[in-house]
Each structure stands twice: as C-alpha cells, then as structure tokens.
C-alpha cells in the first residue's frame, strides 16, 4: 500500500517539546509554511531513488510513497523541519535517526531494499541500461610461419 506523507504525520512524530520550539519561531521574514514544500520535495526525492533501480515500479499518484518507507521518510523530514528552528539543538538521537534513514534511502537506490508495487503501477520512468552481456571473443592476427606459408624453406 502507498501512502501521502502529510503534516500530520510529520507533525505526530514530533515530541511536544519540539512542537512548541517551533511553534516560537522568530524568523526574519515570513517564510511561509514550509512543511508542505519540505514534504513534497521529500516525496520526489524518495520516489527518485526508488525510480533508481530498473525493477521498481512507481505508483500513477507523484504524491504516495510505500507505506513501509513512511518511517525513515519522516526521521529525514523531521529532522529537515528541525535544523530551520533557530537556536535548537535537535539532539543526537534526532541526528542519529536522521543518518540511518538516509543509509536505508541509499540501498534502496542501489536495488537492496526493493518497495512493494504499488496497486496503480506505472512502468518505471527510468530505461534500463543496455550492457553488453556475453563474452566477446577477441582473436590475434593469425600465424605468420609455418611450412605450407613458407613455401617449403
């Protein structure tokens, strides 16, 4: 099954203590909100790197991502949402969290975690590589000596 990421999930995986840091917020200028762009930009990333190995199919919707990636989808976009607070130090475990879900995304770029098909499969954007398979036999000129070329010398 496929899954929208929205700000309520981002939002649930918060602790309360970081919610009112950001909630305070002094910025500059009004940036806006700026979790439905983080989201998105997370989305097409994600489906990217799944679009990445050959075999994965895409669902038809641009906005759902496998809901067994909704996990480390959010540690990333937490931690995206928390390094623009000003003044907050998310914490080691936060940054931690960060990283492993960015080591997962980069196996399933390499094809080592594949996601399950989604119910409205598109063939992947990405053509596939034309490697040369086989063996390419590769012979030497042919001999130069030998009696019947040397015309009985």
Same mark, same amino acid.
């Given at each position: 099954?496929?899954?929208?990421?929205?700000?309520?999930?981002?939002?649930?995986?918060?602790?309360?203590?970081?919610?009112?840091?950001?909630?305070?917020?002094?910025?500059?200028?009004?940036?806006?909100?700026?979790?439905?762009?983080?989201?998105?930009?997370?989305?097409?990333?994600?489906?990217?790197?799944?679009?990445?190995?050959?075999?994965?199919?895409?669902?038809?919707?641009?906005?759902?991502?496998?809901?067994?990636?909704?996990? &480390? +989808?959010?540690?990333?976009?937490?931690?995206?949402? /928390?390094?623009?607070?000003?003044?907050?130090? !998310?914490? %080691? #475990?936060?940054?931690?969290?960060?990283? &492993? +879900?960015?080591?997962?995304?980069?196996?399933?770029? /390499?094809?080592?975690?594949?996601?399950?098909? !989604?119910? %409205? #499969?598109?063939?992947?954007?990405?053509?596939?590589?034309?490697?040369?398979?086989?063996?390419?036999?590769?012979?030497?000129?042919?001999?130069?000596?030998?009696?019947?070329?040397?015309?009985?010398?």
């Amino acid at each position: 099954m496929w899954i929208p990421l929205t700000e309520a999930d981002l939002l649930s995986s918060l602790t309360e203590s970081e919610r009112d840091g950001f909630g305070r917020t002094d910025a500059p200028e009004d940036p806006g909100d700026r979790v439905p762009q983080l989201l998105g930009d997370l989305v097409a990333e994600i489906r990217g790197q799944i679009a990445t190995c050959t075999q994965n199919s895409l669902s038809a919707d641009t906005t759902l991502i496998p809901q067994s990636m909704r996990a &480390n +989808a959010l540690a990333i976009a937490r931690w995206r949402l /928390l390094i623009t607070v000003p003044s907050y130090q !998310p914490g %080691d #475990a936060r940054k931690l969290e960060y990283e &492993n +879900a960015v080591k997962y995304f980069a196996q399933v770029a /390499l094809c080592k975690i594949r996601p399950e098909p !989604p119910d %409205d #499969a598109v063939p992947n954007p990405v053509p596939e590589e034309t490697a040369q398979h086989g063996v390419q036999v590769v012979s030497g000129p042919g001999l130069r000596t030998g009696r019947q070329r040397m015309n009985g010398l």
